[in-house]
């Protein structure tokens, strides 16, 4: 079936540090992949997304790019501030079908001064 | 306008209350949705209309009663809901449900409270 995995947080990290959630997926076909975000006491914020092989995703500082031979959607920053604390979930749209998005289990990402 | 609003922000009843959430998008946006999220997990999927018909029901109890009077208009009635049901309601809109390469705009969500 269609799945996405993400790694289990939370993610703690010092402001100007460099992160990366792991997103990995399995899908019939070829899916587009999300990042959205989710910042307390919000909803859920695209944060970028990619539709096809190669193809890179960037945001805010985010990027992410679709790995077809890993099947993986990492997403990375180089410098992650304070304000960048939040809920980030890594999403896949089946392809062909309804756009139901099918999303991982999210990981908490932590910043302190 | 870019935007999902969701009314109201906090929603607190009781277990014989019927209330409505609402959801309102002016995007042009033709698939509309309503998502539940508990603490600490992903929004899991409750409904989906496809230019106001309704598409997808995941198997969502009855006491949940959703309704799109028209494309820019997403209702969600509760009836005799459990505590087990306070939630995050969260709306979302896309430009057309079979277009998997289109995002979901989400709005801000309702907090619901069941006592």
């Known amino acids: 079936g269609n799945s996405v995995t993400q790694m289990e947080g939370p993610v703690t990290l010092s402001e100007e540090a460099f992160l990366t959630i792991n997103c990995t997926y399995t899908?019939?076909?070829?899916?587009?992949l999300f990042w959205y975000v989710q910042y307390p006491g919000e909803g859920l914020q695209l944060l970028l997304k990619?539709?096809?092989?190669?193809d890179k995703g960037s945001n805010k500082g985010f990027e992410a790019t679709y790995r077809k031979e890993t099947t993986s959607f990492h997403l990375e920053k180089g410098s992650v501030q304070v304000s960048d604390s939040a809920v980030y979930f890594c999403a896949l749209s089946r392809p062909y079908n309804t756009d139901k998005l099918i999303f991982g289990t999210g990981t908490r990402l932590q910043v302190f001064p | 306008d870019t935007e999902v609003t969701q009314t109201p922000k906090h929603l607190v009843m009781g277990m014989t209350n019927k209330k409505s959430l609402k959801c309102e998008q002016h995007m042009g946006h033709r698939a509309m949705y309503w998502y539940k999220q508990k603490a600490k997990k992903p929004p899991e999927l409750m409904f989906v209309?496809?230019?106001?018909?309704?598409?997808i029901n995941e198997s969502v109890p009855s006491r949940f009663s959703p309704e799109c009077p028209n494309s820019s208009l997403l209702n969600l009635h509760l009836h005799a809901l459990q505590p087990e049901d306070s939630a995050l309601y969260l709306c979302?809109?896309?430009?057309?449900?079979?277009?998997?390469?289109?995002?979901?705009?989400f709005g801000p969500g309702t907090r619901l409270t069941v006592l």
């Open positions: 979302a809109s896309s430009q057309e449900e079979t277009l998997s390469y289109n995002e979901q705009f």
């Open positions: 209309y496809s230019y106001e018909k309704l598409s």
């Open positions: 899908a019939t076909g070829y899916p587009s």
């Open positions: 990619a539709t096809k092989a190669d």
